[in-house]
């Protein structure tokens, strides 16, 4: 079984800046993809930020040049830097791991944490 955890959402005045994190854990020898996506109450989930095992990385137009994703294989850690924030991107922010390689050489997909609040004031 793998877990992911949050940290590092909270309340922040619009052009602030917030750091996220997202720690796996578990029978974890390599992950593929890991992503930010985000739900604002009304409205779909949407990708926010992606990052393969490569470091390859891939943005939502609304974040480009605001929003940096990047991680740490040894630490199983996906970071978003969240500069120059705006109301609009409050939301709940969850952490994704697309494809997890196990130590006993399974495959599992589609992990999910539990989520972090955002919350930009104007």
């Known amino acids: 079984q793998v877990q992911l955890v949050e940290s590092g959402g909270g309340l922040v005045q619009a052009g602030g800046s917030l750091r996220l994190s997202c720690a796996a854990s578990?029978?974890?020898?390599?992950?593929?993809?890991m992503g930010w996506y985000r739900q604002a109450p009304g409205k779909q989930r949407e990708l926010v930020a992606a990052i393969d095992s490569g470091g390859s990385t891939k943005y939502a137009d609304s974040v480009k040049g605001r929003f940096t994703i990047s991680r740490d294989n040894a630490k199983n850690t996906v970071y978003l830097q969240m500069n120059s924030l705006k109301p609009e991107d409050t939301a709940v922010y969850y952490c994704n791991a697309d494809e997890v390689v196990t130590v006993a050489g399974t495959h599992e997909y589609d992990y999910w944490g539990q989520g972090t609040q955002v919350t930009v004031s104007s």
């Open positions: 578990g029978s974890i020898f390599s992950i593929n993809a």
